[in-house]
């Protein structure tokens, strides 16, 4: 019983260090200035706007996400799921702070942009491959997608597409609406949701972390 504690605390910590790896690999790819992730691209654009950062309207999405997530669940909503709270306020204090430490870089030329963004790129998959190993929680971009694919009964795979594309096309429509240009999307914006996922596959392939990580999960009695 005891090791069984052990372990749980254990994957616990590995998530929030996935949690927290994500957002320093968000903040790369928004400080190489050629667009954000699509799942913060709404948010970065609302900041760019007004006055709250990146973090605070990062939080403020992911909370509408939770709310819906309960919403369409309903009782399938399990309470400790009501923790995605606590992931999304880690993330986006976590973003606020890289960006803060990152206000000195300032990509001028296309060659220093792209190597940020792949950098970027590479360090959100480390995050997520980190993240998703353990099997405790959800993060509340992912939540959302999960739960509407529950309710529609249609493959993950499928309702993330659409919802990606739908939050880039949200952001594209505010930045016309603010700006009458595109500001805070780019190639980058494109580039990332392409890429992340092979960098997942890839380091789920090729560190050997994920699969001792993944290992407390399977052999935990609790699960």
């Given at each position: 019983m005891q090791d069984d504690k052990n372990r749980w605390f254990i994957r616990y910590v590995w998530f929030f260090v996935g949690v927290t790896i994500n957002a320093i690999g968000v903040a790369l790819i928004t400080?190489?200035?050629?667009?954000?992730?699509?799942?913060?691209?709404?948010?970065?654009?609302?900041?760019?706007?007004?006055?709250?950062?990146?973090?605070?309207f990062s939080f403020a999405t992911n909370m509408l996400f939770i709310i819906v997530q309960r919403i369409l669940l309903k009782k399938a909503f399990r309470p400790l799921q009501w923790l995605q709270i606590g992931v999304n306020l880690l993330f986006s204090t976590v973003l606020d702070i890289t960006m803060h430490c990152l206000s000195w870089l300032n990509p001028a030329h296309l060659v220093t942009?792209?190597?940020?963004?792949?950098?970027?790129?590479?360090?959100?998959?480390?995050?997520?491959s980190i993240e998703v190993a353990p099997d405790v929680l959800i993060v509340p971009g992912e939540g959302i997608v999960k739960a509407i694919a529950l309710v529609s009964k249609r493959p993950f795979e499928k309702i993330k597409i659409i919802f990606d594309v739908s939050s880039v096309c949200l952001a594209m429509v505010l930045s016309y609406l603010f700006f009458?240009?595109?500001?805070?999307?780019?190639?980058?914006?494109?580039?990332?949701?392409?890429?992340?996922g092979k960098f997942v596959g890839l380091f789920n392939k090729r560190l050997g972390l994920i699969r001792k990580i993944s290992i407390l999960h399977e052999s935990f009695s609790g699960t």
């Open positions: 400080k190489a200035e050629l667009g954000t992730s699509p799942i913060s691209s709404v948010a970065l654009v609302l900041s760019l706007k007004f006055a709250p950062s990146l973090g605070q942009q792209s190597t940020v963004l792949m950098l970027g790129c590479a360090v959100l998959g480390v995050g997520i009458s240009r595109l500001n805070g999307l780019g190639v980058g914006t494109i580039f990332s949701a392409f890429s992340i």
